[in-house]
């Protein structure tokens, strides 16, 4: 088998096991704490098309998180299903990066980091200020019944964050192994090389940044079901950002592979220190590894492991 048929065959794997817990575990906690583990790898994945491939570092993740949520929000309310709720997050994030994109893809370096904060901002305010989502009081969220072959709502909550997440790491293998990864490389390594060598810079940063703000509004969709309930601070907190950033960090941004084992590693403890800690002591965790993994692992955990392999 080659090393696809292994990718897919482990795909396949990872939504064959999700399910398979469903129908063995009866308890709804696993899956609570499961599925949040699941959101990271999506979004720290999705972080890392632009911040990691292209080195267009998104300060702003949780404005896409927040901004998919409430789109998937507002289309419940109009009656859509969860399948065209995700989908509605999806076209939201992608509409908001092109916009961000052509506004601020000439920014470089910390400027363009800068203009991601403010969208995020923005984002929130707009919510803060739409009484159809319940603006700064929140909405609450009345969820379905769980479909045939689930126990319970959580559970299917669970195995659709595994599917979203699974095609999301497929997404960024393809980025990665095609024409566009290797061109976002080139804009990683020094953009203005790779325009002297005929590489179309500007094309190549707006077709990752809408994948990635896509992909991030897709890990939100699902939040207002999950949690019950959604409100601006909850679906735009900072958190998010600081995780997408620091999970790729931990384990790698020049591969698929290195946001996938940071965001298991990094979220798995976060679930953790939830329940054994605190919130507070969980941001400050946080914190501490982005700073050691910029200091210890610049290149991040997979690339040291691959070094020291021996030869």
Do not use: H
């Amino acid at each position: 088998m080659t090393g696809g048929g292994y990718f897919w065959a482990g795909c396949a794997l990872a939504i064959a096991l999700a399910y398979g817990l469903t129908l063995v575990v009866s308890n709804e906690y696993p899956f609570f704490a499961g599925y949040v583990v699941i959101q990271f790898v999506l979004l720290a994945t999705a972080w890392n098309i632009a911040g990691g491939y292209a080195g267009y570092v998104n300060f702003g993740a949780a404005g896409f998180f927040g901004a998919g949520a409430y789109a998937a929000v507002a289309a419940g309310l109009l009656g859509a299903p969860l399948a065209v709720q995700i989908l509605c997050a999806a076209v939201a994030g992608a509409a908001i990066s092109l916009g961000v994109a052509y506004l601020s893809v000439r920014l470089r370096g910390i400027y363009y980091s800068i203009a991601t904060i403010a969208v995020s901002v923005i984002l929130e305010s707009i919510v803060l200020n739409w009484p159809f989502v319940g603006g700064a009081r929140g909405l609450s969220i009345v969820r379905p019944p769980p479909p045939p072959g689930f126990s319970n709502y959580t559970a299917f909550l669970f195995v659709v964050m595994t599917m979203l997440a699974v095609t999301g790491v497929a997404v960024a293998r393809e980025v990665e192994r095609t024409r566009l990864g290797r061109g976002l490389a080139a804009i990683r390594d020094n953009e203005m090389a790779a325009e002297a060598c005929g590489v179309p810079t500007l094309n190549l940063k707006i077709v990752a940044i809408v994948l990635s703000g896509a992909l991030m509004a897709v890990a939100g969709a699902p939040y207002a079901y999950y949690a019950s309930y959604i409100d601006p601070t909850s679906a735009f907190n900072m958190s998010y950002s600081l995780a997408a950033l620091a999970m790729p960090l931990l384990g790698g941004t020049a591969t698929w592979a290195g946001p996938v084992v940071g965001a298991v590693v990094l979220s798995s403890l976060q679930q953790l220190l939830t329940v054994f800690a605190s919130a507070q002591v969980n941001l400050l965790v946080l914190g501490l590894i982005l700073i050691l993994s910029v200091i210890l692992l610049p290149q991040g955990a997979l690339e040291l492991a691959r070094r020291r392999r021996p030869a």
